[in-house]
């Protein structure tokens, strides 16, 4: 399969018109002294999507690689998170996450869990909508959001989350969850989109491997690509990296899709957003 160029990789438009490259690099559990390097790796491999968070403690690390590239800022989208410890600064934790990614502005903020214990989501959001108004950040989202909290977000707010960025991987699809955001207009984004690479054995995946001589990621990714998912998967191994943006050359038919589909067990990896309550995240 030939190695895509960041031109190649489609984009989402969301709902506020902003485009979005479909499938991006996560960077959670890259340790922060090699984030520059990964992230380099990445650059180099292609990506110009990026997904990090004030809770992974790298975005220094994202800010060093994105400085060092010399890519121009308008072919970038850069993605972080609202801490769930935070929710109560969210004006200061946003000037610290743009700071520390030496940003004048940034692509994607997120909420990064609801944590409905705390009460405190709809106020933290208002907080975004004014960075979203003065144009620090071009569109504002949501992380970990079930339907019930989505709901309360919309009946207090002004503006409608572009982005629900949810675990979905094929043994874990939160099909009803994801069918509910789009029917409100706000794109589906997976995290863990390989299952942290458990799901890359499964047999379905690994005979459309054969099938295609392609690898099983590649399948996985090519999955949730055929469903206009945005994707954002993680590898420290620039090979994988580039294997993994290589799932852009290959289509799945439906019928392909389906027996991937079929794999859904209901086996979530991370934590239960209606109850997950940390504060260092
Ligand atoms: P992924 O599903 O992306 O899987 C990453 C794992 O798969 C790593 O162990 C990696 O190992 C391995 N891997 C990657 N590519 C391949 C390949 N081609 N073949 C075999 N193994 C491979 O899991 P993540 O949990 O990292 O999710 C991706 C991103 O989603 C995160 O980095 C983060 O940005 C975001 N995320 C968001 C969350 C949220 O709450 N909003 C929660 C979790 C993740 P190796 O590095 O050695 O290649």
Redesign the pocket.
């Known amino acids: 399969m030939s190695q895509p160029t960041e031109n190649t990789v489609p984009t989402v438009t969301l709902n506020n018109g902003v485009e979005i490259p479909q499938l991006g690099f996560?960077?959670?559990?890259i340790p922060p002294a090699e984030t520059q390097r990964v992230v380099e790796d990445a650059l180099e491999a292609g990506y110009r999507h990026i997904?990090?968070?004030a809770a992974y403690r790298n975005e220094a690390g994202v800010g060093a690689a994105l400085a060092a590239s010399g890519i121009r800022r308008e072919e970038l989208f850069i993605t972080t998170?609202l801490r769930n410890g935070e929710q109560g600064e969210a004006s200061d934790a946003f000037n610290r996450s743009r700071d520390a990614l030496g940003l004048d502005y940034l692509d994607l903020y997120?909420i990064?869990?609801p944590v409905p214990s705390q009460g405190l989501f709809t106020g933290a959001w208002k907080e975004m909508e004014k960075f979203y108004a003065d144009k620090s950040i071009r569109a504002i989202g949501v992380?970990?959001f079930l339907s019930d909290h989505l709901d309360t977000l919309l009946a207090a707010s002004e503006i409608v989350p572009a982005v629900n960025?949810i675990?979905i991987?094929p043994t874990f699809q939160q099909q009803d969850l994801a069918a509910n955001n789009r029917s409100l207009g706000i794109a589906v984004e997976a995290?863990?989109?390989?299952?942290?690479?458990a799901d890359?054995t499964a047999a379905p995946v690994e005979a459309l491997a054969g099938k295609y001589g392609a690898?099983?990621?590649q399948v996985v990714l090519a999955w949730h690509l055929a469903q206009g998912t945005i994707v954002?998967?993680?590898?420290?191994?620039s090979t994988?990296m580039r294997?993994?943006l290589a799932a852009v050359s290959l289509t799945l038919t439906p019928a392909e899709v389906d027996e991937v589909s079929a794999l859904e067990s209901g086996g979530r990896i991370?934590a239960d957003p209606a109850v997950a309550a940390f504060t260092q995240m």
Do not use: C, M
Not at 26 to 29: A, C, L, T
Not at 191 to 197: D, E, H
Not at 232 to 237: A, L, N, R, T, V
């Open positions: 996560g960077v959670f559990q997904d990090t968070a998170k997120l990064h869990w992380s970990n960025q675990e991987h995290y863990s989109p390989l299952g942290q690479g890359l690898t099983p990621a954002i998967p993680k590898s420290s191994d994988r294997e993994n991370g």
